[in-house]
C-alpha cells in the first residue's frame, strides 16, 4: 500500500499545479483549504477499516474495541461528548483515526484519550460544541508516528502540552519551555491543519515537528508569528484572513509582524485578507523557492522594487483588491512570473513598458482599478499573453499599435469601460484573437466595414450574445448599410 503521506504530498501537489494553470483564482484558494477533508476521506479503503461514523455513538470509554487487526477507525459524524482515557488502547495497529464533527463538551479535553504509538493520521475536526469557545487544545501524551493531524475549527486559541508530574496522577504540570525544546509530542508530523479556530497565542510553534511539510492556519486571529528553524522544510503556509499588518524577514519584538527568514524551502504562501500595509523590501530575501505568492485583499499601497527580485522561479502572484497605484516594478531584468493579478486597486495609467521584466506572462488581469489611460507600449514584450483583463476602468480608447507586442493574444476583457465605437479599441486583424468582452460600453454606432480590420474568427460579446459575429456572418453574404444602430 502506498505510504499514506506519500499519497496526500501526491494529491495535495497535483491539485495545487493544476490550479495554477486555470483561469479560476477561487480553484486554488479550495485546493488548499479544502485538500485535506478530500483527499483523506477514502484513505481507509485498502486498510482493515470499522466505520461507525453516523452511528448516534454518545459517548467512548475505555478500551472502546479490542482487535490487534483493525488499522482505520471512522468515528466521525455522531454526537460523541466525551472520549475516555485509553478508549484505543485496545487497537495496536491502528494508524488512522477519524473523529470529526461530533459534540464534545467543555470539559471533555479533544485529545484526552491518551497518545498512540502507531498511528499516522489523526483528524478532530469540528468535534466540539460551540459552549467550548476559546478553550485551548491540550496534548497529555506522545504521537511518535503520526505525520498528519487536523483540528480544525475547534474554538481553540492554541495548543499546550501538558505532562503528569511523577508524584500525582491527577495532577498536570505545564510543561517549561526549556522543557519542550527536547520532549516533542509528534516528532514526525508532516501536516498540520489549524484553520478556522480562534488562534491568537503561539505557543503550538514549540510543539511543530522540525520536518513539517504543510501549515495550514487561515481563518485565525494570529497577528506574530516566527516559526524559526520549524520552517526549514516547509513546502506550503495558509495564513490567510488572520490579524498580521507587516511582512519582514526578520522577528521584531513590536507590532504584527509576520516574518519568513526560516522558511527557505516555501513553495505556497497565501498571505490573503489580512490587514497588511507594509511589505519591507527584504521580506522574501529567503525564500527564493517559492512558486505562488498570494497577498490579496489586504492595505497595500506600495511595494520597493527589491520586494520580489529574489523570487526567481515564482509563477504567481496575486496582488488583487489592495491600494496600490502603479503596477508592482521588480529590479531584475526578467522574471518567470505568468500570473499576476492586479485588479481591484488604484491604478490610474499603464506606463511604458510596466510589465518588462515579466515577459513570460500569459494571464494578465488588471480589472476594477480606474485607468483611463494606456501607452502605447504598455505591454510592449508581452509575446505570449494570452488573456488580458482591462474591465471596470475608464477606458475611452487605446492607442494604435498598443496590441504590437501582444501577438498571442486570444482573449480581451474591455467591458464596463467607456468605449463608444470598435475603432476606439485599435485592434487589427493579424491578432489571434478569439474574444471580446465589451459590455456595458457606451457603443451607441458600429461601422461594419471596420469588421474588415478585425480577425476572421473573432466573437465580439456585447450583451452576453455573439451579436457582432452575426453581422459579421450577415456581411458576407448580403448588402448591408454601413451604419448599425444600437
Known amino acids: 500500500m502506498k505510504s499514506i503521506i506519500s499519497l496526500v504530498k501526491s494529491v495535495f501537489i497535483i491539485i495545487t499545479f493544476v490550479c495554477w494553470s486555470t483561469s479560476s483564482r477561487a480553484n486554488v484558494y479550495f485546493a488548499i483549504e479544502n485538500y485535506m477533508n478530500e483527499s483523506l476521506q477514502s484513505l481507509c479503503n485498502d486498510d482493515v477499516s470499522l466505520n461507525f461514523s453516523n452511528a448516534v455513538i454518545s459517548e467512548i470509554n475505555q478500551n472502546f474495541i479490542s482487535s490487534p487487526v483493525i488499522t482505520c477507525l471512522n468515528l466521525m459524524n455522531n454526537s460523541i461528548g466525551k472520549i475516555g482515557k485509553g478508549a484505543f488502547e485496545k487497537l495496536p495497529n491502528l494508524t488512522q483515526l477519524f473523529l470529526s464533527n461530533n459534540e464534545l463538551r467543555p470539559d471533555s479535553e479533544l485529545l484526552d484519550f491518551g497518545g498512540h504509538d502507531k ?46 508530574t ?44 522540525n520536518s513539517l511539510y504543510f501549515l495550514d492556519l487561515h481563518d485565525n486571529l494570529l497577528s506574530r508569528l516566527d516559526l524559526n528553524e520549524k520552517g526549514n522544510k516547509l513546502f506550503a503556509l495558509n495564513l490567510d ?64 522594487p527589491e520586494t520580489f527580485a529574489n523570487l526567481q522561479y515564482l509563477k504567481t502572484l496575486d496582488l488583487s483588491i489592495n491600494q496600490l497605484e502603479n503596477a508592482p516594478q521588480i529590479s531584475i531584468n526578467e522574471t518567470e512570473i505568468s500570473i499576476l493579478y492586479i485588479n481591484n486597486n ?61 501577438v498571442s493574444l486570444k482573449y480581451l476583457n474591455l467591458s464596463d469601460n467607456k468605449f463608444t465605437s470598435l475603432e476606439s479599441l485599435s485592434l487589427t486583424n493579424t491578432l ?46 448580403t448588402p448591408i448599410e454601413d451604419g448599425i444602430e444600437i
Open 346 to 406: 488604484n491604478i490610474k495609467k499603464i506606463i511604458s513598458h510596466s510589465f518588462v521584466h515579466m515577459p513570460k506572462l500569459m494571464k494578465l488581469l488588471i480589472g476594477k482599478n480606474q485607468i483611463d489611460k494606456i501607452d502605447v507600449n504598455a505591454f510592449a514584450h508581452l509575446t505570449v499573453l494570452e488573456e488580458l483583463d482591462l474591465s471596470r476602468n475608464m477606458l475611452s480608447s487605446l492607442p494604435e499599435g498598443w496590441t504590437e507586442s501582444l
Open 241 to 304: 484572513k488572520n490579524e498580521f499588518n507587516i511582512i519582514q524577514r526578520y522577528n521584531n519584538q513590536y507590532g504584527r509582524t509576520l516574518s519568513l527568514a526560516s522558511l527557505k524551502n516555501l513553495h505556497y504562501l497565501s498571505v490573503s485578507r489580512n490587514k497588511i500595509n507594509t511589505v519591507e523590501s527584504d521580506a522574501f530575501r529567503n525564500n527564493n523557492e517559492l512558486l505562488f505568492l498570494n497577498l490579496s485583499s489586504n492595505q497595500i499601497h506600495y511595494l520597493h
Open 432 to 477: 489571434p484573437l478569439i474574444e471580446v468582452y465589451l459590455m456595458k460600453n457606451s457603443l451607441e454606432y458600429l461601422n461594419v466595414k471596420y469588421f474588415e480590420n478585425l480577425p476572421q474568427n473573432l466573437t465580439i460579446d456585447l450583451i452576453n450574445s455573439n451579436f457582432i459575429k452575426y453581422i459579421r456572418e450577415r456581411t458576407s453574404s
Open 166 to 209: 511523577p508524584f500525582r496522577e491527577d495532577y498536570f504540570n505545564y510543561m517549561t519551555p526549556m522543557t519542550l525544546q527536547s520532549w516533542m509530542p509528534f516528532p514526525k508530523l508532516k501536516i498540520l491543519d489549524l484553520s478556522e479556530n480562534s488562534i491568537s497565542e503561539t505557543n503550538f510553534v514549540q510543539l511543530l515537528s
Open 119 to 164: 498511528l499516522q493520521v489523526l483528524i478532530v475536526n469540528n468535534a466540539r460544541t460551540r459552549w467550548s469557545y476559546q478553550q485551548y487544545i491540550q496534548i497529555f501524551d506522545e504521537y511518535p508516528n503520526l505525520e498528519i493531524l487536523s483540528l480544525r475549527e475547534n474554538y481553540a486559541v492554541d495548543l499546550k502540552f501538558v505532562q503528569k
